[in-house]
């Protein structure tokens, strides 16, 4: 890590625990529930997330992968493919409310592909997100329903989010770009 | 064709694989397999087990290629190479132009590099060509502005067979590897694209390849094997089925065409089936797991039996499907290649 930290492993621990009590509170219980992360760092952050509900409620969330790679809008503009990591649904999404799991909410396009995807597999009840940081400047009419926590920031800095499953620790940090037109992909 | 009976697929979780970083794809066209790094290779394959994902949802149907235009140009015969691009292009969202070259101005004389000039000019940004002469896509490769994608061409190459070939047998064999697994290809080597492709697929992913036919139509390989196994790739040419199918993990058998006979090649078809049909008691010697492949199109009673081609260790019908995930894995490949001449950026 080499930005400035905004979010200590504790605080991720913390705000994860925080989400799942806000998501049941809102369902008014488990009932219909599925986790749905978004690839990459949004599947570790569903399954932390649903660990947190069995914890407290003794209740398993089904969780799932979703790669959004083929919904993107912005594919004719990037030089190589991106590579396409897999979506997993445990079951089918008709009837159930879809908590959208994503680490860090900015322009609103990764959230805007992912409920396109999600609409190709089914209806379901309602679609809600989580995100662990919402860093504002969106770009379509699109808000987070549960947010781990709000990081204001300029448009040209990258938040990047660390997780264990993935990079082998926790933390949320902030940083410059050092070259101009490298804008990270939320 | 619809894609109904697609198995369930067990997507690699993404945690799965840590530290593991794919190169990028930097092919522009896909002219022929020779080209492509192991590193290649493996990422159409991951891409194609997406497609897989893709080709299992209720609606097999992702906007990943919206917007580009995809024009499939054949000059000879073909049933589900040309239906198997069409449907991955559409699965992507592509637009589709197809041209027979027979009903085209092709038959009025047009050339081949003003056929791809008026092809583009109706805003192509993808061209699948299959054509009768070995290397006809390399010329349309260099007046195209867009990908060329070689759907066989002659007796040179077939690149999506080799690669969906490669991709069903990583898929049956335990593992996923082909390090040390015996593959045979049985018949017409001469005048086959498929097989020239293979070889190159197959060696690279560390198989220890047999090619087995007639000593007419297995001529020329030994030269070949010779130069390659100074590069390392090695391979065995044989004209005894039985040392060929000996042990073997996996068997792919070849097409015979009638116009072989005309040529001198074979003396009869008859003849053929005798000495060279894969049946099930040539199939005994192979291994009991071993898995069978045609390409298509076949001549049962021929180069396979109708017992063999429809028995349960026959994969025939994989192929078929996991061609249509391959094509797609490498339209969107290539489609990312040429990103400036979509207008959209």
């Known amino acids: 890590m080499s930005g400035r930290q905004i979010m200590t492993a504790d605080e991720i621990r913390r705000a994860t625990i925080r989400l799942s009590h806000e998501i049941v509170e809102k369902q008014a219980g488990t009932e219909g529930l599925m986790l749905i992360g978004i690839q990459r760092r949004g599947v570790p952050l569903a399954r932390r997330i649903a660990a947190a509900i069995q914890e407290s409620e003794g209740v398993e969330i089904p969780v799932g992968a979703l790669d959004i790679t083929f919904y993107r809008d912005d594919l004719s503009m990037v030089a190589q493919q991106p590579v396409v990591k897999g979506t997993e649904l445990p079951s089918g999404i008709d009837g159930r409310t879809i908590i959208l799991v994503d680490d860090v909410l900015f322009t609103g396009r990764t959230i805007r592909a992912a409920m396109d995807a999600l609409v190709d597999f089914g209806r379901p009840q309602a679609i809600r997100l989580a995100v662990l940081v919402d860093r504002g400047h969106r770009e379509l009419p699109i808000r987070a329903d549960h947010v781990g926590k709000n990081v204001p920031t300029s448009r040209e800095e990258q938040v990047r989010v660390y997780l264990e499953e993935i990079d082998a620790e926790d933390g949320v940090e902030i940083e410059r770009p050092l070259e101009e037109g490298v804008e990270s992909i939320p | 064709m619809t894609i109904e009976a697609v198995p369930s697929v067990a997507i690699p979780a993404v945690d799965a694989i840590p530290g593991t970083k794919p190169v990028p794809w930097r092919h522009r066209h896909l002219l022929d397999v020779a080209g492509l790094s192991a590193a290649d290779?493996?990422?159409?394959?991951?891409?194609?087990?997406?497609?897989?994902?893709?080709?299992?949802?209720?609606?097999?149907?992702?906007?990943?290629?919206?917007?580009?235009?995809?024009?499939?140009?054949?000059?000879?015969?073909?049933?589900?190479?040309?239906?198997?691009?069409?449907?991955?292009?559409?699965?992507?969202?592509?637009?589709?132009?197809?041209?027979?070259?027979?009903?085209?101005?092709?038959?009025?004389?047009?050339?081949?590099?003003?056929?791809?000039?008026?092809?583009?000019?109706?805003?192509?940004?993808?061209?699948?060509?299959?054509?009768?002469?070995?290397?006809?896509?390399?010329?349309?490769?260099?007046?195209?502005?867009?990908?060329?994608?070689?759907?066989?061409?002659?007796?040179?190459?077939?690149?999506?067979?080799?690669?969906?070939?490669?991709?069903?047998?990583?898929?049956?064999?335990?593992?996923?590897?082909?390090?040390?697994?015996?593959?045979?290809?049985?018949?017409?080597?001469?005048?086959?694209?498929?097989?020239?492709?293979?070889i190159w697929t197959l060696t690279a992913a560390g198989a220890d390849l047999w090619l087995c036919g007639p000593p007419t139509l297995v001529r020329g390989f030994e030269a070949w094997a010779g130069r390659g196994a100074a590069s390392g790739r090695r391979f065995h040419v044989t004209t005894s089925v039985e040392e060929a199918l000996r042990d073997a993990d996996v068997v792919m058998a070849l097409r015979i065409q009638r116009e072989r006979m005309a040529a001198g090649l074979l003396p009869s078809l008859r003849e053929y089936a005798a000495r060279y049909g894969l049946t099930s008691e040539r199939l005994a010697v192979a291994r009991p797991d071993a898995i069978v492949m045609h390409p298509g199109p076949m001549n049962e009673g021929v180069e396979i039996a109708a017992d063999v081609a429809a028995g349960v260790q026959s994969v025939i019908t994989d192929q078929v499907t996991n061609g249509v995930a391959v094509r797609m894995a490498i339209l969107y490949l290539l489609a990312g290649t040429h990103a400036d001449r979509s207008g959209a950026a």
Do not use: C
């Not at chain 2, 040309?82 to 969202?93: C, G, P, T």
């Not at chain 2, 027979?102 to 993808?126: F, N, P, Q, W, Y």
């Not at chain 2, 590897?177 to 005048?191: A, F, M, N, P, Q």
């Open chain 2, 41 to 198: 290779l493996d990422l159409v394959m991951r891409t194609t087990d997406a497609m897989r994902e893709v080709l299992a949802r209720p609606i097999a149907k992702v906007p990943a290629l919206r917007g580009r235009q995809v024009t499939i140009l054949f000059y000879e015969a073909s049933t589900r190479t040309r239906v198997s691009f069409e449907v991955a292009a559409k699965n992507l969202s592509a637009d589709v132009v197809n041209i027979a070259a027979a009903s085209s101005s092709v038959s009025k004389g047009e050339s081949l590099v003003d056929t791809v000039r008026t092809i583009e000019a109706l805003g192509a940004h993808m061209l699948v060509m299959r054509h009768s002469v070995s290397g006809a896509p390399y010329l349309a490769a260099d007046t195209f502005g867009g990908s060329v994608l070689n759907g066989g061409d002659g007796w040179h190459a077939h690149p999506t067979q080799a690669l969906l070939d490669l991709y069903t047998i990583r898929e049956r064999l335990p593992g996923g590897s082909l390090e040390g697994r015996k593959v045979v290809i049985l018949g017409d080597l001469l005048h086959s694209r498929v097989a020239r492709s293979n």
